[in-house]
């Protein structure tokens, strides 16, 4: 029986260098990213390599001292770390230089065949011995495949190295170099070991390969916010993009301290880092699978793989802030604002995961100090689709290009048309026709309304001016609505008037439709434009009645001429007695007051007949058309009225 002596000084210098590594890295409150995740594993593949590499050696030299089977366990798991070493730094290039993706994931496959190939002989190897095995004196000798372990780990290098020469502009120019250089170290290393076997190197060129990596990962400092130790604000942006897209969920909890400006005030600054590291220190103690992000000033994040988990963070913390004060000298009372995700998909882009979140703060704080918000994904959805729409909206406007629809209004009696109200609409090259609901509420908010009705205003003017000869067939008027900022401006009746005179339109060509809900406000200022534009012969019609919870003082109170009934009140079962005795009494009683009185929601030939009997002026619905474009409009009237 030939003992082998093996030199494994090397490898032990490997074990020192790879501990000092270890400890290192895992004293720092790093970044979850994948490419730290692939690290984390080489750094514990390589040690144990290299620890197994110095025992095997020890336990083939004196296999007269070890059984047979820990002498053949302890070299199959070496054998399977070896096989893995090559391919995992491959994955680190792929992670490094955005590879790892489910687009790639045919490529990826494929080009771990060569490693199956490797698995399965080393899952063979007790009984095939494809890799090593032991002779009739229990003496260690090579298997036949043997070489094929350095061959293929050798095509994994290669394979590495061409990556990251191939993405070169992805990668920084340190991580450039230090991959070439370990991919060369690991590459001779291998090719000396496989020539003089009882020199142990391969530890020592792993362990150098792990060290030039280590020096080229992101310091942890650039992701880590100062005072507190969380994570920082990019460290987020880049764990929405590496971890919450690829899980297609979005869980985490925004949390807000609320009186932080006032306890700096009161106590000191001083006081005020101390509730803050201290609270940032309690969030990151809560558990081991959320991260904790410092979003701005007073405003942590957590984020999480798992929805349960959210919930649980949640109410950890609102337990924790009714006992805690996070200050160890003085007993301050902190309170927070929390808002927490149930169930949202992750959007498209990173900067909208943001949002939805800020939005679900905002919410919160809405609600008072200390309230709890659940972003739900109509929430989310709404967040997203109210963004969207404002730009939407930003760029139809500055391109002047919203859509007036014109839906005419009719004489039930002599079956003509007498006039239209204009609508507008949004043409999106993706969404379509973008219904007025899904944007007026939003201009209003936005005040980006009273540029709506100044365009609005301009087209109906330069289309009445155009089409003036309609006036001879019994037209008489276009209808537009306003809403409570345009009303409330104060040179809003010079600028109704600018435009009439501009396009040499008589007043009256125009009617305001003014809400009920609108009207009710009753404002000063809103009465004396309204009287005004009544002055220079302008009409105003009150619109919508009957949704709003107006009295009739608001009718006799301001200048109306015109009454539009919603469409709720026009009854949909004319043999409801009930509604349809409502109805009639309402139509007598605005009558009684003066008013012209619109019916809207027309929409079937039995309320066309009740308006005959009732000898309703006039109606507008779907019964006698619907909203369409102006072009049309013009086509249509012409047909209709001659
Ligand atoms: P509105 O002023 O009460 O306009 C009438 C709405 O009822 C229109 O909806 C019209 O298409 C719809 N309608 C008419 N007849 C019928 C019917 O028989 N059945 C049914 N189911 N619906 C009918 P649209 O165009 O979606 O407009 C919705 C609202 O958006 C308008 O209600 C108005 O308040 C507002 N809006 C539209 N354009 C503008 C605008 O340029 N400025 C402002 N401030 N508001 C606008
Ligand atoms: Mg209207
Ligand atoms: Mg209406």
């Not at 290039?93 to 399965?120: E, H």
């Not at 349960?308 to 950890?316: L, Q, R, T, Y």
């Not at 943001?354 to 659940?374: D, H, P």
Request: glycine content about 4%.
């Amino acid at each position: 029986m030939a003992v082998i002596l093996y030199d494994i000084s090397y490898e032990i210098c490997a074990l020192i260098f790879l501990s000092v590594v270890a400890v290192h890295f895992f004293s720092e409150y790093r970044f979850p990213s994948i490419t730290n995740l692939i690290f984390k594993i080489i750094l514990g593949a390589t040690f144990f390599y290299t620890l197994l590499d110095i025992a095997t050696a020890y336990t083939i030299s004196y296999n007269d001292r070890f059984s047979f089977l820990l002498n053949l366990m302890l070299n199959q798991l070496f054998f399977m770390l070896l096989i893995f070493l090559a391919p995992l730094i491959y994955l680190f290039i792929l992670s490094l230089t955005d590879k790892l993706t489910k687009k790639n994931r045919v490529f990826i496959g494929i080009s771990f065949l060569p490693w199956l190939a490797l698995f399965i002989i080393w899952v063979l190897n007790p009984i095939r011995g494809g890799f090593f095995t032991f002779d009739i004196y229990n003496d260690y000798i090579h298997g036949p495949f043997y070489y094929l372990i350095f061959i293929i780990s050798a095509f994994y290098l290669c394979l590495a190295l061409c990556m990251t020469v191939i993405n070169r502009k992805v990668i920084q120019k340190k991580q450039f170099v230090a991959i070439f250089m370990f991919s060369v170290f690991f590459f001779v290393a291998l090719s000396i070991q496989y020539y003089n076997p009882s020199l142990l190197l391969s530890g020592m060129a792993a362990c150098l390969a792990v060290v030039m990596v280590y020096l080229t990962l992101q310091n942890p400092a650039d992701m880590l916010d100062d005072l507190t130790g969380c994570l920082n604000r990019t460290a987020l942006l880049r764990f929405i993009k590496e971890r919450m897209k690829k899980k297609a969920c979005c869980n985490a909890i925004i949390v807000s301290l609320d009186d932080l400006p006032e306890i700096n005030k009161l106590f000191g600054m001083d006081t005020g880092n101390e509730v803050l590291f201290n609270f940032a220190k309690f969030l990151k103690g809560i558990s081991k699978k959320a991260f904790v992000f410092r979003l701005m000033g007073d405003t942590f994040i957590i984020a999480t793989d798992k929805q349960k988990e959210c919930f649980e963070i949640k109410d950890i913390i609102s337990g924790k802030l009714k006992t805690s004060s996070f200050t160890e000298d003085i007993n301050i009372k902190i309170s927070a604002t929390l808002c927490y995700t149930r169930n949202v998909r992750c959007p498209a882009q990173e900067s909208d995961v943001m949002l939805i979140l800020l939005e679900g703060l905002q919410a919160a704080k809405s609600k008072g100090k200390g309230s709890v918000f659940e972003i739900s994904q109509a929430f989310a959805d709404s967040v997203i689709f109210s963004f969207d729409m404002r730009s939407i909206l930003k760029e139809t406007l500055e391109k002047q290009d919203l859509q007036i629809w014109l839906q005419p209004i009719f004489s039930p009696a002599t079956g003509k048309i007498i006039g239209a109200e204009a609508l507008s609409r949004i043409l999106h090259p993706e969404k379509g026709i973008i219904s007025p609901a899904d944007f007026i509420p939003l201009a209003e908010k936005t005040g980006m309304i009273t540029e709506i009705s100044r365009q609005v205003l301009e087209k109906i003017c330069s289309f009445i001016k155009e089409h003036e000869p309609f006036r001879y067939e019994g037209f008489e008027c276009i209808s537009m609505n306003l809403s409570v900022a345009d009303i409330m401006q104060n040179d809003f009746p010079v600028k109704v008037n600018d435009c009439i005179e501009k396009h040499d339109l008589v007043p009256g060509s125009v009617i305001f439709e003014i809400t009920e809900t609108a009207a009710a406000l009753g404002s000063d200022t809103l009465k004396n434009n309204m009287e005004k534009l009544c002055e220079k012969n302008h009409e105003f019609a009150i619109d919508d009645f009957g949704t709003g919870y107006s009295n009739l003082s608001t009718l006799t109170n301001l200048p109306f001429l015109i009454l539009k009934t919603d469409r709720s009140v026009m009854p949909d079962d004319l043999s409801d007695k009930k509604q349809t005795s409502v109805f009639m009494k309402l139509i007598d009683l605005f009558k009684g007051v003066g008013l012209d009185v619109i019916v809207e929601g027309v929409e079937t030939k039995e309320q066309h007949d009740l308006l005959l009997r009732l000898g309703v002026k006039y109606a507008q619905g779907f019964y006698y058309a619907r909203p369409m474009p102006m072009d049309e409009f013009a086509k249509f009237i012409k047909t209709v009225n001659s």
